[in-house]
């Protein structure tokens, strides 16, 4: 550290006996601070109440619920099928984990074996969601901490991926694809090759994210030691994906608990030390490389050709014994699951989405919130790399 | 390994007949005054540390409100979900925070969404995702969602639908039922 | 802190001079061959059969009237809300017949909300002929079964041996798998002559609850049992699912409730409704399939019914005519309790003008109901002839279990399902006689315009018949006073320019097929000689046949005509009559009840 000025801490507030933080405004020591609902330095639409002392941070609730619609409780009115358009909208960014774990748990349930190809092509656009999730996450960080070509770039980059989303899926966005029984299609002609075109573009950009992003003092300045997550954290607050990863814990579900084609494929689970802003960037990164190297694994290792759908009953009157059981996968963001239950009925007694933002931009970010710089939020929270509609449903 | 695991716990605690879902999921019941130490004995002996999620499932026909605690072992690569039924009347729950303090959050959110109160779990009163909600707690199976949006949103005007086999019966045989039908 | 770090991110300004990589006008922009945008439907495709409003989790589509319904085809067209709409494509993967697609257009601008709601194919888009845009792979329908289980059947050595039911019915697991297919949109009600509630009764099947399918049966149909064999099915030519695949097996799901409900139980589930009686007394000629639903119902309604039937036997064609290995007597015979539980008295061996007379029955009854059967077979008129069989007369006898000739050759006039019943009556026969088949049948149509099933000609052929098409009887050769064969010319035509039946043969290709005994099965009429002259002077004909309202009453209000006699040879058709006499004397009734 550069200026390591002592501070006195006096002025702070102390605990009382059971060990809480004694905040009275009425001091007017105290300031409310909301970062969020519309602010750069906040993923999505969630805020975060801050209680600062002079530009310390003492305290931060999150608060979310700007875009609840009731997804599970809507589910529960849907039949089968008609789930299918809905759970892609969880999560805009990678929206495909919900189509997956959605499909084969109605497929686990209702005993329908999905082709080989089908899970081939899964495999591919979950790597291709995981891609544009680390895009929008890259250009979410530099844009925390001013660096707004980053976003720029990445947002091009996303942008060639949506292409090859486009011409695969038929959308953009909200793919719609991975259907319970199978996915809707094949491969379009040529598609290996222009996905090729599109992930050398994406190497040419990611290293100039490298001289810009990762080489640039500001950017080490602000990014390391800061936001350490100490691993003993990790469990009681359910930490998974990158964010335990960065801090040295293996915890991949690709390779913990393979799903999919992943025990076919060729991959090392990218982990990190220091556990502070930096690594969990760094961890990322490196995954984003290791992400390019898997879809370029997909595409050549996959049956040529095959069925994709799995014979599947009426989905006009679908109906599932009772049951239940939980389906995950390792997203961009860690730990995504879908626990289904259901009654023997045309329609789900329970759907529960887990999304890895549950606990990370919740109970954990809370806990890491005090003690911290005020400028410091924006790329602690970012880091964290957290989507809230996965938190409200 | 999962049967050994059931066998085990069985002796010390009252499950039911667990499913065995897949060789990495299992669901089994547990009794409300045996959760906690049945946790505690996961957690930090049989080394499932991993909380996945908490949850609630509404059995609305029977009274019940099933509470989900699923528990994930890594290294092992196993999952057990313990079932809790509790009454749904003024259902309440027993706090989990101080064992996994990010069950806090899940634990606020039953309390909103599904009105099972958690006495003692920090902040479980605030309110996490509504604002000023003053009905009943919506993710409850009584809580009509449809007639909700009816009374809360207005339906595009001009919208008429028809049924096919009404709509023939209208212009083909609109009085032809036989005498012996209802 | 080197510096290096200071000056490398400056390394982003070689970006500087690089042209924008942003769309300039997004407006227009293709977008990719399956994008999902605005819909498009083929009108001439869509039937209206409303599974992709059903489906759409949004409720953006309301089904429309665009035309008038017909066999089949609804009228209604898909409008969609694209206000709603979230482009996941569900209906077009489920439409039961490829009309809807989407095209790849998505960019359209307009200030009008209401412009965003409208009836693709109806309201014309410049994007309806469009190529691009999202399609199932392969036109495949993957959300909905295309394919009908196969029904278990005899195999043709077992079947010829003996004139046991050659149909199996279908096994739980086939017929869930069959009723599962159901889109239950209804479209085939309409078609079904007594619009049984088919899409119900096929859920009860899927759902398992076979007795309150039977119920549901009954409500339209007495004669379900028989129908789920052998009825002609005209509700699968209507069915949705015709278009992609096969018609769900309506036939065989009904036959399934039926087989799959203890008879006993009927007598409980079809209990006769506690109504009080009327104290009304009707008499029905002829306990056909018309006479008995006719019965059915006045019993139901608490009058007193007879029905008086000439044969010794109950049941009409259904038993006369159709050979038991289509539709086992046993079968009909239950079937028919269930109707005399109702209270009805049925008399057979009581020939109208031989045993009892009309105006007998007119005095003692309140009303009388005609319902016969055409039991007369026509003739070719051939040289020869006066020695042909007549094939309904010969099926009777079969049944009636009467002593008929059998040749070792047969050959058999006619190529519809009449021919193939006797046919294949008289191939069981000659099996079972000589150890051999040989039955010949000349039809006067080509196999492109053939009259009977194809599953009938294809069983008659696997059961040893040979069947010539396009031959034209000319002559039935009888050699010393008996039958020695029949004499056919190649025909060329069957009907003239102005479409009359006036046949055209080739007499350079003629055949002479050995037989000694020659059937006749060009078709049938019904006797009306009962009616007697009185009354045929005093009733109002229209080109032969009484002239009936659209309830079948007939010019004399007492008098009331139905069955095969007044719609052709089908069960379904005579019940359907049935129910609408039943109706009409039922009001009749009422009336003279409330002047009274
Ligand atoms: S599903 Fe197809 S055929 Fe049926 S109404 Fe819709 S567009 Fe027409
Ligand atoms: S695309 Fe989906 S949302 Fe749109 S009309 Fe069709 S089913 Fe409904
Ligand atoms: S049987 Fe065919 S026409 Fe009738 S309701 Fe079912 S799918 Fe529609």
């Known amino acids: ?393 | 390994m999962m049967k050994d695991l059931i066998a085990k716990l069985k002796k010390h605690y009252k499950l039911t007949e667990p499913d065995y879902r897949r060789a990495d999921l299992t669901f089994v019941t547990a009794q409300k005054d045996e959760l906690r130490s049945l946790l505690i004995a996961l957690r930090d002996i049989e080394g499932f540390t991993h909380l996945v999620l908490l949850t609630a499932v509404d059995w609305l026909e029977e009274g019940l409100f099933q509470l989900t605690y699923m528990l994930n072992n890594r290294a092992a690569n196993r999952t057990l979900a313990l079932r809790v039924m509790i009454p749904r009347a003024n259902a309440v729950g027993d706090t989990i925070h101080d064992l996994w303090p990010t069950a806090e959050t899940y634990q606020r959110e039953l309390r909103e969404m599904f009105g099972i109160d958690f006495p003692g779990s920090p902040r479980v009163n605030d309110e996490f995702i509504l604002e000023g909600w003053t009905d009943m707690p919506p993710y409850r199976r009584d809580f009509d969602s449809l007639a909700y949006s009816l009374q809360t949103y207005r339906e595009r005007p001009g919208r008429v639908t028809h049924d096919p086999r009404e709509h023939m019966k209208k212009a083909l045989y609109p009085d032809q039922k036989p005498e012996a039908a209802k | ?596």
């Not at chain 1, 994906?241 to 915890?251: F, I, L, M």
């Not at chain 3, 194919?121 to 002929?129: E, H, N, P």
């Not at chain 3, 195999?155 to 798998?177: D, K, L, N, Q």
């Not at chain 3, 089908?570 to 009001?587: E, F, L, T």
């Open chain 1, 1 to 393: 550290m550069m200026f390591n000025l002592k501070t006195d801490r006096s002025q702070y507030p102390q605990p009382g006996p059971d060990g809480k933080l004694e905040i009275d405004l009425e001091t007017g020591k105290y300031l409310k601070l909301w970062q969020g609902p519309n602010h750069p330095g906040i993923t999505g639409n969630m805020s975060v109440e801050l209680t600062v002392c002079g530009d310390e941070v003492v305290a931060g609730k999150t608060h979310v619920g700007y875009l609840h619609r009731g997804f599970e409780k809507l589910m529960e009115r849907r039949s089968f099928i008609q789930v299918f358009p809905i759970v892609c909208r969880v999560c805009v960014p990678e929206p495909d984990f919900n189509e997956y774990c959605y499909a084969a748990a109605v497929e686990e349930l209702a005993g329908i074996k999905v082709p080989e190809l089908a899970n081939w092509m899964r495999t591919l656009i979950l790597e291709m969601g995981r891609f544009n999730s680390y895009m929008m996450f890259l250009g979410g960080i530099s844009g925390a901490l001013g660096l707004g070509v980053v976003g720029q770039w990445m947002t091009y980059v996303r942008d060639l991926m949506l292409d090859r989303f486009e011409e695969l899926t038929g959308a953009r966005i909200y793919h719609m694809f991975i259907l319970p029984g199978g996915v809707r299609g094949h491969l379009p002609d040529g598609f290996a090759g222009r996905m090729e075109e599109v992930l050398r573009t994406a190497e040419k950009y990611l290293a100039d994210v490298e001289k810009v992003m990762f080489r640039n003092a500001v950017y080490k300045r602000r990014t390391k030691g800061i936001g350490v997550i100490d691993p003993k954290l990790f469990e009681p607050y359910g930490v998974t994906g990158p964010n335990a990863r960065a801090g040295g814990v293996a915890k991949d579900l690709r390779k913990d608990a393979p799903y999919l084609v992943y025990n076919e494929l060729d991959f090392e689970v990218q982990t990190g030390k220091d556990s502070d802003i930096h690594t969990r960037v760094d961890v990322r990164y490196r995954d984003i490389h290791q992400s390019i190297a898997l879809i370029r694994q997909i595409l050549q290792k996959m049956p040529k050709d095959g069925p994709v759908m799995a014979k599947i009953p009426n989905v006009l009157h679908w109906q599932i014994p009772r049951g239940e059981t939980y389906i995950k996968g390792e997203s961009s963001r860690g730990e995504y699951g879908y626990y289904l239950v259901t009654d023997g009925s045309g329609y789900p007694r329970r759907i529960n989405v887990r999304g890895p933002s549950y606990t990370h931009a919740m109970a954990l970010l809370e806990h890491l919130i005090p003690g911290t710089n005020i400028s410091d939020v924006a790329q602690l929270m970012v880091s964290l790399h957290t989507y809230p509609p996965e938190i409200e449903r």
């Open chain 3, 1 to 596: 802190m080197s510096l290096r770090d200071v000056l490398s991110p400056y390394t982003a300004w070689k970006h500087l001079f690089e042209a924008p990589v942003t769309i300039k006008d997004p407006i227009g922009r293709e977008a990719a061959e399956r994008y999902r945008g605005f819909h498009q439907n083929d009108l001439s495709k869509c039937i209206g059969c409303g599974s992709c409003e059903d489906i759409c989790q949004n409720a953006a589509i309301d089904m429309v009237p665009v035309s008038d319904p017909k066999t089949g085809d609804s009228g209604l067209r898909p409008m969609i809300d694209y206000g709603r709409c979230c482009w996941c494509a569900l209906c077009v993967d489920v439409c039961m017949t490829g009309s809807l697609t989407m095209s790849n257009e998505y960019t359209w601008v307009d200030s009008d909300p209401d412009a965003f709601r409208f009836t693709p194919g109806v309201d014309l888009k410049s994007w309806d002929a469009e190529e691009k845009g999202y399609k199932r792979e392969n036109n495949e329908r993957r959300l909905t079964g295309t394919h009908r289980p196969e029904m278990g059947m005899l195999e043709p050595e077992a079947r010829i041996a003996s004139f046991g039911e050659i149909v199996h019915g279908y096994t739980r697991a086939e017929a869930v798998i069959e009723a599962d297919r159901c889109v239950e949109c209804g479209l085939c009600v309409a078609t079904c002559p007594a619009h049984m509630d088919i899409p119900d009764y096929i859920r009860k099947v899927r759902e398992g609850d076979y007795e309150g399918g039977l119920k549901l049966l009954y409500e339209t149909n007495p004669f379900s049992q028989t129908c789920g064999r052998v009825c002609t099915h005209a509700c699968e030519t209507a069915c949705a699912a015709v278009h992609e695949g096969d018609a769900i097996a309506i036939r065989w799901l009904k036959r399934d409730i039926t087989d799959n409900v203890p008879r006993e139980r009927y007598f409980d589930l079809i209990s006769k409704p506690d109504v009080p009686e009327t104290g009304k007394k009707v008499a029905i000629v002829g306990a056909g399939p018309g006479g008995l639903t006719t019965a059915f119902d006045l019993a139901r309604a608490g009058n007193e019914v007879v029905v008086f039937e000439a044969l010794p036997k109950p049941g009409g064609m259904m038993r006369y005519g159709i050979p038991e290995y289509r539709l086992p007597y046993d079968v009909l015979d239950h079937e028919i309790s269930v109707i005399e539980k109702m209270g009805v008295d049925i008399r057979c061996n009581q020939r109208i003008g031989t045993d009892i007379t009309l105006d007998q029955l007119k005095k003692d009854h309140d009303a009388v109901v005609l319902s016969l059967g055409l039991n007369q077979g026509r003739s070719t008129r051939v040289p020869g002839s006066e020695e042909a069989e007549s094939a309904i007369d010969l099926l009777r006898r079969i049944t009636a279990g009467d002593k008929v000739p059998v040749p070792k050759q047969v050959a058999i006039i006619g190529g519809g399902n009449v021919a193939m019943d006797i046919a294949r009556s008289m191939a069981r026969l000659q099996r079972q006689k000589h150890g051999e088949v040989g039955v010949t049948v000349t039809a006067l149509e080509d196999f492109d315009h053939f009259l009977a099933d194809d599953e009938e000609v294809e069983e008659a052929r696997e059961e040893g018949c040979v069947i010539y098409d396009a031959r034209g009887p000319q002559e039935i050769v009888v050699k010393s006073g008996k039958v020695a064969g029949l004499r056919t010319w190649k025909c060329k035509a069957i009907f003239d320019a102005e479409g009359r039946f006036a046949p055209k043969y080739d007499a350079s290709d003629e055949m002479v097929h050995p037989a000694q005994m020659v059937v006749e099965a060009i078709g049938q009429s019904a006797d009306i000689s009962l009616l007697g002259a009185e009354l045929t002077e005093k009733l109002e004909w229209n080109r032969g046949r009484i002239r009936i309202d659209q309830n079948g009453r007939t010019s004399e209000p007492w008098l009331w005509a139905a069955g095969d006699l007044v719609s052709g040879p089908d069960v379904i058709h005579a019940v359907a009559d049935g129910h609408r006499v039943a109706k009409s004397v039922s009001a009749m009734l009422q009336a003279t009840r409330e002047t009274h």
